[in-house]
């Protein structure tokens, strides 16, 4: 069992930064972290992931450049450093987890099987 629980969110002005936070708890290792997010009527998609034992980052082609994921040396935290943030960034971000292997981390919902509730990211223009 994984259990995520999320922090950072809040509303900040376009161009501005956020830096989220996602603390792991559990007895079951994950391969694989990352950051979603979801607005209303539309699902949900991947931004960032980490695959956990080496630090391998992927980034979603509308972030690319803007956002940071990493994890803390102990690798129960999971950050995502969001800069140049845009009125289209706002959303509800989650945090993911997955407890079984693969060549790569996945962009779809189902590829992660822990999730924590969300918190709500605002950028206003």
């Known amino acids: 069992q994984v259990q995520l629980m999320e922090s950072g969110g809040g509303s900040v002005h376009a161009g501005g930064s956020l830096r989220l936070s996602c603390v792991a708890s559990g007895n079951t290792y994950t391969y694989y972290m990352a950051w979603f997010r979801q607005t209303p009527g539309k699902e949900r998609e991947g931004v960032a992931a980490v695959r956990v034992g080496d630090s391998t980052t992927y980034y979603a082609d509308s972030v690319k450049g803007r956002f940071t994921i990493s994890q803390d040396s102990d690798r129960r935290i999971l950050y995502l450093q969001m800069n140049s943030l845009k009125p289209e960034d706002t959303a509800m971000y989650y945090c993911?987890?997955?407890?079984?292997?693969?060549?790569?981390?996945?962009?779809?919902?189902?590829?992660?099987?822990?999730w924590g509730h969300g918190t709500q990211v605002t950028i206003s223009s």
């Open positions: 993911a987890a997955r407890t079984y292997g693969g060549a790569s981390a996945g962009w779809l919902q189902y590829e992660y099987n822990y």
